[in-house]
C-alpha cells in the first residue's frame, strides 16, 4: 500500500468550493499586484501538477465532507485532523491531513469502523475498534469504542511516526549485502 492515501473529490479538487475552507498549498493572504493574474493561476497549476506526483498532504481542505466524515482527531502537531486512512486494513493507520505523520494502531486490531455518533469536546467522529479473537489489551474486550484525541488507552498502544522517520529508521542503504565474489 502507498505510505499515505487521502480520499479525493475529482470536481472539488478542480473546483474548489470556498465554503470548505482555504485550499492546501494556498497563501492566507495572496499579495496581488496588477497583472499577475495569469502568474498566480500558473503558480496553482505547479502547485497542484506536483502534489500529484508526492502527496505530502491531503488535497481538500478539512471541512470537506470526504475529510470530515473520516476525521477522528485533531491533529497535536499542525492544525489539521487525524483522519483514518481510506485503503482500510489489516495494518489500519490514521494520516494527520497537514503533517506527514501517521499513527500505526495496534497489529492485533481486526476492524475499525467510523461511528456517525461524534464526541462532545471536539466534535469528531468517534471509532469503533474490533480486536482478533484473545489478543485484545484491553481487559478482554473485543470490541472497543473511543474517542481518539482523548483516549489514554489507544494512545499507549499505538505507533507514531512524523515525515519520513520510516525511510531514515533503517540507518543503511538497503540491499542483499556483500560483494558478491
Given at each position: 500500500?502507498?505510505?499515505r492515501?487521502?480520499?479525493?473529490?475529482p470536481n472539488?479538487?478542480n473546483?474548489?468550493?470556498?465554503?470548505?475552507?482555504?485550499?492546501?498549498?494556498?497563501?492566507?493572504e495572496?499579495v496581488?499586484?496588477?497583472?499577475?493574474?495569469e502568474?498566480?493561476?500558473?503558480?496553482?497549476?505547479?502547485?497542484?501538477?506536483?502534489?500529484?506526483?508526492?502527496v505530502?498532504?491531503?488535497p481538500h481542505?478539512d471541512k470537506?465532507p470526504l475529510i470530515?466524515e473520516?476525521?477522528?482527531?485533531?491533529?497535536p502537531?499542525?492544525?489539521?485532523v487525524?483522519i483514518?486512512?481510506?485503503h482500510?486494513?489489516?495494518?489500519?493507520r490514521l494520516?494527520?491531513?497537514?503533517?506527514p505523520?501517521?499513527?500505526?494502531?495496534p497489529?492485533?486490531?481486526?476492524?475499525?469502523?467510523?461511528?456517525?455518533?461524534?464526541?462532545?469536546i471536539?466534535?469528531l467522529?468517534?471509532?469503533?475498534i474490533?480486536?482478533?479473537?484473545g489478543e485484545?489489551?484491553?481487559?478482554g474486550?473485543?470490541?472497543?469504542?473511543?474517542?481518539f484525541?482523548?483516549?489514554?488507552?489507544?494512545?499507549?498502544?499505538?505507533?507514531?511516526?512524523?515525515?519520513?522517520e520510516?525511510l531514515?529508521?533503517?540507518?543503511g542503504r538497503?540491499?542483499?549485502?556483500?560483494?558478491?565474489?
Open positions: 500500500a502507498p505510505l492515501t487521502f480520499p479525493l473529490c472539488c479538487y473546483n474548489p468550493r470556498p465554503e470548505f475552507g482555504r485550499q492546501p498549498g494556498e497563501d492566507a495572496p496581488a499586484k496588477p497583472g499577475d493574474e502568474d498566480e493561476a500558473k503558480e496553482r497549476s505547479i502547485r497542484r501538477m506536483t502534489g500529484k506526483n508526492m505530502r498532504e491531503c481542505p470537506h470530515a473520516m476525521a477522528v482527531s485533531p491533529d502537531e499542525s492544525d489539521g487525524l483514518l486512512d481510506p482500510l486494513g489489516p495494518k489500519w494520516v494527520s491531513t497537514r503533517e505523520t501517521t499513527v500505526y494502531l497489529k492485533n486490531v481486526e476492524k475499525v469502523t467510523i461511528l456517525d455518533k461524534k464526541d462532545e471536539f466534535g467522529h468517534m471509532m469503533s474490533e480486536f482478533k479473537d485484545s489489551p484491553i481487559e474486550k473485543k470490541k472497543y469504542t473511543s474517542c484525541a482523548i483516549d489514554e488507552v489507544m494512545q499507549g498502544l499505538v505507533r507514531v511516526h512524523h515525515g519520513d520510516r531514515r529508521a533503517s540507518g538497503g540491499g542483499r549485502g556483500g560483494r558478491g565474489r
